[in-house]
């Protein structure tokens, strides 16, 4: 029953959050690749339903604009995308930053110790952009009118 109790260091190849996302980051390069190997083999046609807040309410969502935002990154248009939702290029930045410096720390056997670590900022910094972009863009909707 002691050896519960006792203070185990912490191992070189102990399991981390990193590890968690760095695979998952891996699973979904994966699959986007085959929906999009999909799409453009496969003569499919898809369509999103309308946002149903929008719908009701007149206003935008706090994700309104982030597919038009997502396929405005995926053509190269950074600055369009940033104004559709800023926080899809937010995302695919912070996204591109950890798998990139992670698979460098892999492949160096861990002797680079260059690879982003995760940290609660990052979140709070997303839910920022999504509650500004919904904020920003309802206030130039009912003061201005101001459509997209």
Same mark, same amino acid.
């Given at each position: 029953m002691k050896k519960f109790f006792r203070f185990q260091p912490k191992q070189n190849n102990e399991h981390t959050t990193e590890d968690d996302f760095f695979f998952l980051g891996i699973i979904g390069c994966i699959a986007t690749a085959a929906v999009l190997l999909l799409f453009r083999w496969l003569p #499919? +046609?898809?369509? &999103?339903?309308?946002? &149903?807040?929008? +719908?009701?309410?007149?206003?935008?969502?706090?994700?309104?604009?982030?597919?038009?935002?997502? #396929?405005?990154? &995926?053509?190269?248009?950074?600055? +369009?995308?940033?104004?559709?939702?800023?926080?899809?290029?937010?995302?695919?930045?912070?996204?591109?930053?950890?798998?990139?410096?992670?698979?460098?720390? +892999? #492949?160096?056997?861990?002797r680079l110790r260059i690879g982003m670590r995760y940290q609660n900022r990052f979140v709070w910094i997303g839910v920022a952009?999504?509650?500004?972009?919904?904020?920003?863009?309802n206030l130039l909707r009912y003061f201005y009118g101001f459509q997209l």
């Amino acid at each position: 029953m002691k050896k519960f109790f006792r203070f185990q260091p912490k191992q070189n190849n102990e399991h981390t959050t990193e590890d968690d996302f760095f695979f998952l980051g891996i699973i979904g390069c994966i699959a986007t690749a085959a929906v999009l190997l999909l799409f453009r083999w496969l003569p #499919l +046609r898809f369509r &999103l339903p309308p946002c &149903l807040f929008h +719908r009701i309410s007149g206003y935008y969502c706090p994700g309104c604009g982030g597919t038009r935002a997502l #396929l405005a990154l &995926l053509h190269g248009q950074l600055l +369009r995308s940033a104004w559709y939702h800023p926080f899809v290029p937010y995302a695919a930045f912070i996204f591109l930053y950890f798998m990139i410096t992670q698979a460098a720390e +892999r #492949l160096s056997s861990k002797r680079l110790r260059i690879g982003m670590r995760y940290q609660n900022r990052f979140v709070w910094i997303g839910v920022a952009l999504i509650i500004g972009n919904f904020i920003c863009k309802n206030l130039l909707r009912y003061f201005y009118g101001f459509q997209l």
